[in-house]
C-alpha cells in the first residue's frame, strides 16, 4: 500500500513589506482571498492573473479555508495600515481640487 504525504507546502511568501503574496509573482494574498469570497472559481482568478498556476491558487484557497480566522486578522491589519496611510497622504496634500476633476471627468466618461 502506498503512502501519500499528509503535508503540504503553501506557495506564499511574506515581502519585506509585511505583505503575502503567491511565490514567484507579485499576486498579494488578499486579491486571491477576495476574488474568491466574491464568488470567484479557481480558473476565474487564472485568468485574471495568468502568472499563477491553477495549482498555487488551489493552495492558497485552501490555506484560507484552513485558517480563516488568523488570515481574516491579516487582511484587517492590512486594510487598516492602507487607511492610515491614505489619511496620512491626505492630511499632507490638498486632495479635494483633484477629487473634483476626478469627479468631472468620471461624469462625463459615463455620460
Known sequence: M???PTTQTVPLTRGDD????VMGSRV??????????????????????PSLTLSDIYSV??????????VEDYLREEASAAEEV????????ETEDLRGRLR????????
Open 2 to 4: 502506498s503512502n501519500l
Open 18 to 21: 509585511g505583505v503575502w503574496r
Open 28 to 49: 498579494t494574498l488578499d486579491v486571491i482571498v477576495r476574488q474568491f469570497k466574491s464568488g470567484a472559481t479557481s480558473e476565474q482568478i487564472q485568468e485574471d492573473f
Open 61 to 70: 484557497i485552501a490555506y484560507f479555508l484552513q485558517h480563516r480566522g488568523v
Open 86 to 93: 491614505r489619511r496620512e497622504v491626505e492630511s499632507h496634500l
Open 104 to 111: 468631472q471627468r468620471r461624469a462625463r466618461a459615463v455620460a
